[in-house]
């Protein structure tokens, strides 16, 4: 499971449908943020503070010229006619990008932009972009449910706040592929084959969602590539009337927010990179490393279940390890024999769904006590109803049984961004026990997730780089010491390689830090986004 985030989904939900307190949504990637994509699809998250050698990794990201084209002038000079979004407060518009920036008059994409106007009476510091990761989740919801509500009010006093749907994302003409019923087949396959049969069934999914994707997405799917929607970044800059881009990215976002200072390091302005991916890794590598993170954050719930009264994995004094192989069998037992989980479609959980349901808990530790509900429902009442409502939520998949197109838009981001982790299922076969060792629980699970875009459609056109961005206004990148989703390394990583980087650390759980309630992350973060201050080199936060 590549997974920058979360995929999936905002880098600020809580549980049912996203993940954080009402001021915050229950990320991945959102998503992250989001992958953060469950065990069928790839979201990358790039990695660990060693720098790949050899034809795994490039030289430093290339900054693109000052002078703008004039190709591309029309679209850097275009104005944004703004209208009511029927969200009290906020704005939206469309803003067109040339699909392809090689060739600018070969046609454009529509984007999708919405702001909230700065709210107080002193000057204003000019717009601060936000994006939550995924890649796949919607900026824009992300802006209307957190940001533009619940960031700092201090922040919103001097920013425009501002969010747009990367291309092939949510608003923004949206990357498709499988429909609704297709998707719950999807979601459902065996994504840990015992037999031939078994792994046949799962390269054959495969293959139909990558087929899907090309047949309904054709015309987009060459060009969702994050260093194109970076270069959508600059345009929106532009025209919101900004010298410099202004910007907080969690999840994925960090990945989108450095690509943009390593193509523009001139025009950085203020950037916050929170749970941050190292873009030197390959897509093996940030898969075997995030399998490593889940693992960790595993590690830690484990250790908060067996002190409870309800934990349904052990009692006081069951190790770590014990849990995981208590969670291990129910997951066979699983995989055997599904269990009900109500509703009106009679839908039962199994294996690959349930696990689904525990690693987007590892996302947000205020989701545990609901993990330990779920997990006590399915193992002693025989009732999968709240495991399958947090895989749901993973999904992105809502009551009527529709998705979003975070998991679409995820894959096709991921498999344009680096070539496949994976050939074919005999190089998963291989690389099993490593990953079984990095993660007993999510190991064999994860390495076969990590196949998917052996198949895609489309040949990839980026590859794992170092991204120095010379020359840029210092950037503030922020890890957290137990992420799951983004493991510590990967910011120190990236915050080494940028030349300007200032790494943030908070010591704890969860994926990302900024609006989690750490007084001093946040301090030092809106300290920073309001007087361009970062913190001091090596600050660490508990």
Same mark, same amino acid.
């Given at each position: 499971?590549?997974?920058?985030?979360?995929?999936?989904?905002?880098?600020?939900?809580?549980?049912?449908?996203?993940?954080?307190?009402?001021?915050?949504?229950?990320?991945?990637?959102?998503?992250?943020?989001?992958?953060?994509?469950?065990? @069928?699809?790839?979201?990358?998250?790039?990695?660990?503070?060693?720098? $790949?050698?050899?034809?795994?990794?490039?030289?430093?990201?290339? +900054?693109? $010229?000052?002078?703008?084209?004039?190709?591309?002038?029309?679209?850097?000079?275009?104005?944004?006619?703004?209208?009511?979004?029927?969200?009290?407060?906020?704005?939206? +518009?469309?803003?067109?990008?040339? @699909?392809?920036?090689?060739?600018?008059?070969?046609?454009?994409?529509?984007?999708?932009? #919405?702001?909230?106007?700065?709210?107080?009476?002193?000057?204003?510091?000019?717009?601060? @972009?936000?994006?939550?990761?995924?890649?796949? %989740?919607?900026?824009?919801?992300?802006?209307?449910?957190?940001?533009?509500?619940?960031?700092?009010?201090?922040?919103?006093?001097?920013?425009?706040?501002?969010?747009?749907?990367?291309?092939?994302?949510?608003?923004?003409?949206?990357?498709?592929?499988?429909?609704?019923?297709?998707?719950?087949?999807?979601?459902?396959?065996?994504?840990?084959?015992?037999?031939? &049969?078994?792994?046949?069934?799962?390269?054959?999914?495969?293959? &139909?969602?990558?087929?899907?994707?090309?047949?309904?997405?054709?015309?987009?799917?060459?060009?969702?590539?994050?260093?194109?929607?970076?270069?959508?970044?600059?345009? =929106?800059?532009?025209?919101?009337?900004?010298?410099?881009?202004?910007?907080?990215?969690?999840?994925?976002?960090?990945?989108?927010? +450095?690509?943009?200072?390593? =193509?523009?390091?001139?025009?950085?302005?203020?950037?916050?990179?929170?749970? #941050?991916?190292?873009?030197?890794?390959?897509?093996?590598?940030?898969? =075997?490393?995030?399998?490593?993170?889940?693992?960790?954050?595993?590690?830690?719930?484990?250790?908060?279940?067996?002190?409870? $009264?309800?934990?349904?994995?052990?009692?006081?004094?069951?190790?770590?390890?014990?849990?995981?192989?208590?969670?291990?069998?129910?997951?066979?037992?699983?995989? #055997?024999?599904?269990?009900?989980?109500? %509703?009106?479609?009679?839908?039962?959980?199994?294996?690959?769904?349930?696990?689904?349901?525990?690693?987007?808990?590892?996302?947000?530790?205020?989701?545990?006590?609901?993990?330990?509900?779920?997990?006590?429902?399915?193992?002693? &009442?025989?009732? %999968?109803?709240?495991?399958?409502?947090?895989?749901?939520?993973?999904?992105?998949?809502?009551?009527?049984?529709?998705?979003?197109? =975070?998991?679409?838009?995820?894959?096709?981001?991921?498999?344009?961004?680096?070539?496949?982790?994976?050939?074919?299922?005999?190089?998963?076969?291989?690389?099993?026990?490593?990953?079984?060792?990095?993660?007993?629980?999510?190991?064999?699970?994860?390495?076969?997730?990590?196949?998917?875009?052996?198949?895609?459609?489309?040949?990839?056109?980026?590859?794992?780089?170092?991204?120095?961005?010379?020359?840029? #206004?210092?950037?503030?990148?922020?890890?957290?010491?137990?992420?799951?989703?983004?493991?510590?390394?990967?910011?120190?990583?990236?915050?080494?390689?940028?030349?300007?980087?200032?790494?943030?650390?908070?010591?704890?759980?969860?994926?990302?830090?900024?609006?989690?309630?750490?007084?001093?992350?946040?301090? +030092?973060?809106?300290?920073?986004?309001?007087?361009?201050?970062?913190?001091?080199?090596?600050?660490?936060?508990?």
């Amino acid at each position: 499971m590549q997974t920058w985030s979360s995929p999936r989904r905002n880098p600020r939900t809580r549980t049912g449908t996203r993940t954080r307190n009402r001021t915050r949504a229950t990320v991945r990637v959102t998503d992250t943020l989001l992958a953060a994509a469950a065990l @069928l699809v790839s979201a990358c998250s790039p990695g660990n503070s060693t720098t $790949p050698s050899g034809d795994t990794a490039q030289a430093a990201l290339v +900054a693109l $010229p000052r002078a703008t084209p004039s190709a591309l002038s029309p679209y850097y000079t275009q104005k944004l006619h703004w209208r009511s979004c029927g969200v009290p407060g906020f704005q939206c +518009a469309t803003m067109k990008a040339p @699909l392809d920036y090689a060739m600018p008059g070969s046609g454009d994409v529509r984007l999708a932009v #919405a702001r909230k106007k700065a709210t107080g009476k002193a000057k204003p510091l000019g717009s601060l @972009l936000v994006n939550p990761g995924g890649p796949g %989740g919607s900026a824009i919801d992300y802006l209307q449910s957190y940001a533009g509500v619940g960031y700092p009010a201090g922040v919103r006093a001097r920013y425009d706040m501002v969010a747009m749907d990367p291309r092939g994302v949510a608003r923004s003409e949206p990357v498709e592929c499988l429909g609704r019923r297709q998707m719950d087949t999807y979601t459902q396959t065996d994504s840990t084959p015992d037999d031939q &049969k078994e792994t046949n069934a799962l390269v054959g999914a495969y293959e &139909k969602f990558a087929e899907s994707c090309g047949e309904h997405s054709a015309r987009l799917l060459r060009h969702v590539s994050t260093v194109e929607a970076a270069r959508d970044m600059d345009i =929106l800059r532009a025209v919101l009337g900004d010298s410099r881009l202004n910007y907080v990215g969690a999840s994925y976002g960090t990945f989108l927010g +450095a690509t943009y200072a390593g =193509l523009f390091p001139g025009r950085v302005g203020r950037l916050v990179l929170d749970g #941050a991916m190292d873009p030197s890794l390959d897509a093996r590598r940030l898969n =075997l490393d995030q399998t490593a993170g889940f693992e960790t954050a595993f590690q830690a719930f484990a250790k908060d279940c067996v002190r409870q $009264p309800d934990c349904p994995l052990g009692g006081k004094g069951t190790t770590p390890a014990q849990v995981g192989e208590h969670l291990q069998a129910f997951f066979r037992k699983l995989d #055997a024999h599904p269990v009900p989980a109500g %509703g009106a479609e009679h839908r039962k959980l199994g294996e690959s769904l349930a696990t689904t349901g525990v690693i987007a808990a590892m996302y947000d530790q205020g989701t545990w006590e609901q993990l330990r509900d779920a997990l006590t429902s399915a193992m002693k &009442k025989n009732d %999968g109803a709240g495991l399958l409502a947090l895989s749901d939520s993973y999904f992105e998949r809502d009551s009527d049984g529709h998705y979003s197109n =975070l998991m679409m838009a995820n894959a096709a981001v991921n498999c344009l961004d680096l070539p496949p982790a994976f050939a074919g299922p005999e190089q998963v076969e291989k690389a099993l026990p490593e990953f079984e060792k990095a993660s007993p629980v999510f190991g064999k699970g994860l390495a076969w997730a990590s196949l998917n875009c052996a198949y895609w459609p489309v040949k990839a056109t980026g590859e794992p780089h170092r991204i120095e961005a010379k020359g840029a #206004a210092p950037i503030v990148v922020v890890g957290t010491t137990r992420d799951p989703a983004t493991p510590y390394p990967w910011a120190r990583s990236l915050a080494r390689q940028l030349s300007s980087g200032r790494l943030l650390t908070y010591v704890g759980d969860g994926h990302t830090a900024y609006g989690r309630g750490s007084t001093c992350i946040d301090s +030092a973060i809106d300290t920073y986004l309001l007087h361009g201050t970062p913190p001091a080199e090596g600050k660490r936060c508990s």
